[in-house]
């Protein structure tokens, strides 16, 4: 089998190479520095419990109503909030592929 003489079929050049690389690496710099400032929220029990974490799925704050508080049914509680933070996982999980995706599936790994 033939190759150029740089070692690579076809002669490909190779500073076109690394700098399609290092664009690549600052697009992928930026994406991530996207994720880290977007902050999306979750909700559950029709806005009693609200979840907000960044694109990176680090929790910045949750917001209970006071409906949501029974001292009699903590359980109901405990679930709600844990239906807040899946659903703002899954809203974080999306915007990390919409925005990483053309990275080779890298954007799960964030």
């Known amino acids: 089998m033939a190759y150029g003489h740089n070692g690579f079929g076809g002669g490909m050049n190779m500073n076109a190479l690394m700098q399609q690389a290092r664009k690549m690496q600052e697009q ?9 400032n977007a902050l999306i929220e979750g909700k559950s029990g029709g806005d009693l419990v609200t979840v907000t974490m960044n694109g990176k799925r ?22 709600l ?23 080779g599936g890298l954007g799960g790994l964030m």
Do not use: H, T
């Open 58 to 79: 680090e929790i910045k704050s949750i917001k209970l109503k006071k409906e949501a508080v029974d001292p009699d049914d903590i359980e109901m509680l405990e679930d």
């Open 81 to 103: 909030i844990i239906v807040a933070i899946n659903d703002a996982n899954a809203k974080a999980e999306e915007l990390s592929n919409e925005k990483m995706g053309g990275f």
């Open 28 to 36: 992928m710099v930026k994406a991530q520095e996207e994720l880290a």
